[in-house]
């Protein structure tokens, strides 16, 4: 990944915005997502969860998502903890693109 893309990416992530990655669905029916954002807690500067909608909520542009599961947050010291964390999942930084690019839900 160019340089300029890392850091779009970390400073998009510090102005509390979210990062996604559509994972294989954890249940039939959903769509899943890892899901990277900054955390309120100051002793972390950023938390991970996985999270999952009903595919009927997102093609009905349901405003409030009726059917959803979140795993519990992993949070996180510093953006390296989250490189190895995700390299831990079989995943890297550079394929998570802004929530907003995507058709994730929130």
Partial sequence: MDNKRKTKLINYLHNNNLLVHEIVPLKKGYRS???????????????????????EDI???????????????VFLGNIDDVYIFLRNNGLVFEEF??????????
């Avoid at 349901?62 to 599961?69: M, N, P, R, S, T």
Wanted: zero cysteines; proline letters at 4%.
């Fill in 97 to 106: 693109t802004e929530s907003w690019n995507t058709d994730y839900p929130l």
């Fill in 59 to 73: 093609e009905n542009d349901y405003d409030v998502i009726g059917k959803h599961e979140f795993s519990d947050f």
């Fill in 33 to 55: 997502w890892f899901v990277i954002s900054q955390s309120e807690d100051p002793k972390y500067s950023f938390k991970i969860r996985k999270e999952s909608f009903s595919i």
